[in-house]
């Protein structure tokens, strides 16, 4: 399994503003993922955030908006830019561990509200 | 596409009953099927899985089998408690190690 911690666990921003959240795993995993989910809402993937490379957007999220790093295989942050109440959500952090057989692990989220 | 159908919820039991939660996809290929678990307050638990047809995953006393020919992953308990309250989404996740999220559904057990 891995442990996954997500700073800050949750935040009230104004309108406009920007937001950058961080994931922190205690093992190197392959593949980091980060998820919304809107409330009373199922989970979104947002984008695969790729270590030494652009992060792979879903449809409906671009990088303008949600800009993605990834600089070493344990840490990756997710930025939510000029936020509108809309961006009210949790923000994931989630993780697939090399040769997991395909079980992913979540971080605790990061509960937004944008005022 | 590939897409994940849950029964909506909420669901209300009374402390002892059983419980079945509904779930059905759509995919290609082979996907690796799951329950994931949300406590109030809480982020996702991975509550049991199944790899292939026919498996069958269980913990907590909830078990699930992966029935391909009628492409279905029900959620199974035979005496809920109190303490099973949250809510439950059925995932599934492809070769594209992409994980798919049914729309969840909430579960409240009384005493």
């Known amino acids: 399994s891995a442990v996954i911690s997500q700073k800050p666990s949750r935040d009230i921003c104004q309108r406009g503003t920007s937001l950058t959240i961080q994931c922190q795993v205690d093992s190197q995993v392959t593949m980091m993922f980060w998820y919304r989910q809107q409330p009373g809402q199922s989970l979104t993937l947002i984008a695969t955030?790729?270590?030494?490379?652009?992060?792979?957007?879903e449809s409906g999220f671009v990088i303008d908006k949600f800009p993605i790093s990834r600089p070493n295989l344990t840490f990756s942050t997710l930025t939510v830019s000029n936020m509108s109440p809309e961006d009210s959500s949790i923000y994931l952090c989630?993780?697939?561990?090399?040769?997991?057989?395909?079980?992913?692990?979540f971080g605790p989220g990061t509960r937004l509200t944008v005022t | 596409g590939n897409s994940v159908t849950q029964m909506e919820g909420p669901v209300t039991l009374s402390e002892e009953a059983f419980l079945t939660i509904n779930c059905t996809y759509t995919?290609?290929?082979?996907?690796?099927l799951f329950w994931y678990v949300q406590y109030p307050g809480e982020g996702l638990q991975l509550l049991l899985k199944a790899t292939k047809a026919d498996d069958k995953g269980s913990n907590k006393g909830f078990e699930a089998t992966y029935r391909k020919e009628t492409t279905s992953f029900h959620l199974e308990k035979g005496s809920v408690q109190v303490s099973d309250s949250a809510v439950y989404f059925c995932a599934l996740r492809t070769s594209y190690d992409k994980v798919i999220f049914g729309p969840g559904t909430s579960l409240s057990v009384i005493p």
């Open positions: 955030a790729n270590q030494g490379s652009e992060a792979t957007y």
């Open positions: 989630s993780v697939a561990l090399k040769g997991s057989s395909y079980e992913q692990y």
């Open positions: 995919a290609t290929g082979y996907p690796s």
